[in-house]
């Protein structure tokens, strides 16, 4: 028994004057790790599944929401497409008879009146749609909001547009550009909230054109006076 401890110390004395010398390489071995995305549990297994199916529903919400937008607009764009043609139409009309009937003095009146015409509704089309008296007072500016925007969630956005607009009321309109702004930007952000909800709660699709379409309108309401 002696004898073997005295051959064990002997070997580790050995091997401390060889690491000293260099002859022995006495530096540990560092450990590689590998990442495992797997989940380590069932239970793990079950909160990822469900966490991707509700991504991927909110996905797909978004993407038929923007699907039927896109088809709606290509349904007004064909619309004014035609509105445009059959306007066409009558106007070639209506120069074929100036070119007929009318003195040089007359053709050049007519022309002028049309062209105040087509800017006027050009204009027009380009402001947009506002929200009428159905949908916000002109005497106390009281807002009806859409079903779809009545969420407690959006309390934070309805209650300064609120205030916002009844303070207009109160001066006829002349609300100034920093409150102008104040009401873009709330708007905005409004619909920005609205988009996010659409994607991870899925949201009607209905609903969400309904609630776009009015936040929009109380943007281009706030650009012209009460009447």
């Known amino acids: 028994m002696k004898a073997t401890a005295t051959k064990a110390t002997k070997f580790l004395i050995l091997l401390s004057t060889l690491g000293v010398l260099g002859l022995v390489d006495a530096a540990p071995v560092s450990a590689q790790w590998v990442y495992d995305n797997r989940a380590s549990t069932a239970e793990e297994g079950i909160a990822r599944g469900i966490s991707d199916i509700t991504r991927a529903r909110g ?4 993407m038929d929401a923007e699907a039927s937008i896109r088809q709606e607009e ?54 947009g749609t506002r929200p009428g008296a159905g949908k916000l007072d002109p005497v106390t500016g009281a807002i009806r909001w859409p079903i779809a925007l009545m969420s407690p969630r959006y309390a934070s956005y309805r209650e300064p547009l609120e205030q916002l607009f009844a303070e207009r009321a109160d001066k006829q309109g002349a609300i100034g550009y920093e409150t102008y702004r104040k009401i873009t930007r709330l708007t905005k952000e409004f619909l920005e909230e609205v988009r996010k909800v659409l994607r991870t709660e899925g949201m009607g699709q209905r609903d969400f054109l309904q609630a776009k379409r009015f936040l929009q309108s109380l943007e281009v309401e706030a650009r012209h006076a009460v009447v």
């Open 59 to 62: 996905e797909r919400n978004v």
């Open 74 to 127: 290509a349904r007004s764009m064909e619309m004014d497409n035609r509105i445009q043609a059959t306007q066409t139409y009558w106007e070639r009309r209506r120069i074929n008879a100036e070119n007929r009937y009318y003195s040089k003095e007359e053709k050049a009146a007519i022309r002028e009146r049309n062209l105040e015409k087509r800017m006027f509704n050009n204009a027009k089309r380009a402001q």
